[in-house]
């Protein structure tokens, strides 16, 4: 009896045993929670109170550190830099963080003399502005009024004359549908808007185009021009454009070592130029 008794009371006290040490690790189970709860809680309000620091810190860098300073403005030829800075709309002390490009393009978008380039911001007060000025490069007579254009046929100034200014080329046989200060020419053939672009950009690039006097646009594939000797261009279309306006310059500038006046000079075919004098 002794020997079947003694395996009874050990597994009585091993189950015993089992079961205390099972009640005292759901006690430290609870105990780990409760403190994992407080430290989660503790460091919430320190993250919480961490932001509010971080927060007010960043409000006293815009209201004292990040305030605009100094604009510098690159590109202006004839408008001085505070005209320039005035258009842009930017005042002194503005919170640089609030600006935004599209905002100073769009106060540039109301003066038609400027076209805006770009902006670049140097932290923590200075911007830099990248502009370019349009510039009158030829005139126009329409419904008795004259126009002044630019290179990209914006009309730049309207006045009620009819006396051409000296220098600039004079554009004949526009077929014009809408002629506004500050909006680019609209004709009814918008081939001859883009024939003048051509046109004009290689007469600028090229620094021959106060030799022009006259640009007629009537017929954009039989374009003309007229020199100040008085000699007509045949141009043809506008389509390589560098080539033809090359070879006026050069052709011009060998007929005046001639005295050569008046006549019809053909450079429909650059490489083959033709002058034809008068009778």
């Not at 100094?70 to 640089?96: A, C, D, F, H, W």
């Not at 000797?229 to 390589?240: I, K, L, P, Y």
């Amino acid at each position: 009896m002794s020997r079947r008794e003694e395996p009874q009371q050990e597994s009585f006290e091993a189950y015993g045993e089992y079961h205390y040490e099972y009640q005292d690790d759901a006690e430290r189970v609870k105990q780990v929670q409760k403190a994992y709860k407080r430290r989660k809680t503790h460091g919430f309000f320190k993250f919480l109170i961490f932001l509010c620091i971080l927060s007010v810190g960043v409000v006293m860098l815009q209201e004292t550190v990040f305030r605009l300073e100094t604009v510098y403005v690159i590109g202006n030829e004839q408008k001085t830099p505070q005209q320039i800075v005035m258009t842009s709309g930017l005042v002194r002390g503005r919170n640089m963080l609030g600006i935004e490009e599209e905002e100073v393009a769009q106060a540039f978008a109301k003066d038609h003399t400027v076209i805006f380039k770009g902006m670049q911001k140097e932290y923590p007060g200075t911007i830099y502005i990248y502009i370019q000025e349009r510039k009158v490069a030829s005139s126009m007579l329409w419904l008795g009024m004259l126009y002044t254009l630019d290179t990209e046929g914006v009309v730049m100034e309207e006045k009620n004359s009819a006396v051409i200014p000296s220098g600039l080329p004079v554009v004949t046989g526009v077929n014009a549908s809408s002629v506004h200060v500050g909006q680019q020419l609209v004709t009814r053939d918008r081939g001859q808007v883009e024939a003048y672009q051509k046109i004009m950009y290689e007469l600028q690039q090229q620094v021959c185009a106060d030799q022009i006097s006259e640009i007629n646009l009537a017929d954009p594939d039989n374009l003309y021009l007229v020199t100040s000797e008085g000699v007509t261009v045949r141009m043809g279309s506008a389509q390589d454009a560098r080539a033809k306006i090359g070879a006026v310059r050069t052709t011009m500038a060998y007929l005046r070592q001639l005295g050569k006046t008046g006549g019809i000079l053909d450079v429909t075919k650059p490489e083959d130029t033709k002058y034809m004098p008068e009778d």
